[in-house]
């Protein structure tokens, strides 16, 4: 019997089973409790889960050689065992099936998840202290950050599952996925709040169903997003559009309206996610009090997709840019891909997704890139991006010798533009 009442547990819940488990990580501390709470009732079935601990080595100490006793590490074990034992006994009321691994926690838990062909890793969101940051123990970043598939990072205090749910929507497949898993996991009559982040200084642009203004179209986006949700009677969805920096305006969002979950799409740890830094992400786990859902880009794209690994970058030398990017227009004109930013005004965002390509072109007199999207056509829709204070440019491809991507490092920052037809 689970310590909660039926209407704690998600109206739809994901689709887990043995053979793709929701795999639950604890070390027994009062900070997992929500995990190993929560795990359970996405879990729906004890043979659908596996509650996993691992422990880490004892740390070396430099110049000093120290010899653990194996009657020392037998008692370790047990310990760590014994703790997350009581934990689950005490949160489900029901007898738990501890597996007990040995290392680096999120590099184990992250293997696990990819050998399993697991649905979802749930884990305690953490402290929020400098001190952790500095020693290396932000166990749920790093589980977001090495994962394929999604993480759910629960709070100490969630012991049912979210009734208001804040999903951050960039247009991106993360994003909308992020947004079908919120569903799965939200409770019945849930509140769900589609957010869309407009960045400070916007540019140029035009849409497939332009207004001409950045407000009115991404509005009629948001819309889109929502008549792709199945969203269950009861449930009531709003679409809503903030604008400045990602990270605060839906931290303070989700603050505002007592949210239960923070769901968001990430690069994950594809050649993007390599790229980008992923900062809004970041953020969101360091400083929310509430869960937060993170869906990785692999677990987004199509196996296909995922099994074609790029190559490392193959930089332009300066003095043929301009040559190099009408080449790389004239082989790619017309394919459609996402443009992502990161920098440190608006953080790693992505600001267009799904557009065709226009052209790429480097302004030697303004030393900038200038990448334009939309109809080839002399009067069609378009948009243009332009990229100042340029110091590399290079280009991705797959192992067919395909373009992949191509990168435009400015400052402190990072441009990408990447094919979505990949």
Same mark, same amino acid.
């Given at each position: ?22 795999i ?17 009732l ?40 014994r ?19 040995e ?12 050998t399993?062909?697991?649905?979802m ?5 953490g402290?929020?202290?400098?001190? $952790?940051r ?19 990072a ?46 400070r ?23 889109r ?39 968001t ?10 790229m ?63 443009l ?7 953080d ?14 480097? $302004? ?59």
């Amino acid at each position: 019997m689970l310590k909660f009442s039926i209407p704690a547990a998600p109206e739809l819940g994901v689709r887990a089973s043995h053979a793709s488990p929701v795999i639950i990580a604890s070390d027994g501390r009062n900070q997992s409790d929500g995990a190993v709470a929560l795990g359970r009732l996405v879990a729906d079935a004890k043979d659908a889960l596996r509650l996993v601990t691992v422990l880490k080595p004892i740390p070396a100490v430099p110049d000093v050689q120290l010899t653990v006793s194996p009657d020392v590490e037998a008692a370790r074990r047990a310990t760590a065992r014994r703790d997350v034992i009581d934990q689950a006994q005490r949160m489900w009321a029901d007898d738990a099936d501890v597996e007990l691994m040995e290392g680096d926690p999120a590099t184990v838990v992250t293997r696990l998840a990819h050998t399993t062909g697991a649905t979802m890793i749930v884990c305690g969101l953490g402290r929020h202290r400098v001190a $952790d940051r500095i020693f290396g123990d932000e166990t749920a970043l790093r589980f977001i950050r090495a994962a394929d598939v999604p993480v759910l990072a629960v709070a100490e205090r969630l012991d049912h599952a979210p009734r208001r749910i804040v999903v951050a929507v960039d247009f991106t497949e993360t994003s909308l996925r992020a947004s079908r898993l919120a569903l799965l996991l939200a409770a019945p009559g849930a509140s769900l709040y589609l957010v869309h982040v407009a960045p400070r200084n916007g540019f140029n642009h035009e849409w497939d169903y332009s207004t001409g203004s950045y407000k009115e179209d991404a509005g009629i986006a948001l819309r889109r997003v929502h008549d792709q949700l199945r969203v269950p009677r009861g449930m009531s969805v709003q679409e809503i559009l903030l604008q400045g920096d990602p990270a605060t305006e839906l931290l303070g969002f989700a603050s505002s309206v007592n949210a239960d979950l923070i769901a968001t799409g990430s690069h994950g740890r594809g050649f993007v996610g390599r790229m980008l830094l992923g900062s809004v992400t970041t953020r969101i786990v360091r400083c929310s009090t509430c869960s937060v859902l993170s869906v990785p880009h692999a677990a987004a794209m199509t196996h296909a997709r995922v099994s074609s690994e790029a190559r490392p970058a193959e930089m332009i030398a300066e003095g043929i840019w301009a040559p190099e990017l009408a080449e790389f227009t004239r082989r790619n004109l017309g394919r459609r891909g996402t443009l992502e930013i990161d920098d440190l005004d608006i953080d790693a965002q992505a600001q267009v997704f799904d557009f065709p390509l226009a052209g790429v072109d480097w $302004d030697s007199h303004d030393r900038k890139v200038e990448i334009m999207l939309g109809d080839t056509k002399r009067n069609g829709r378009h948009l243009t991006h332009s990229v100042a204070g340029v110091t590399s440019i290079g280009l991705m491809r797959d192992e067919h010798g395909r373009d992949v991507a191509l990168r435009i490092a400015h400052g402190m920052g990072l441009t990408v533009f990447t094919f979505t037809d990949v």
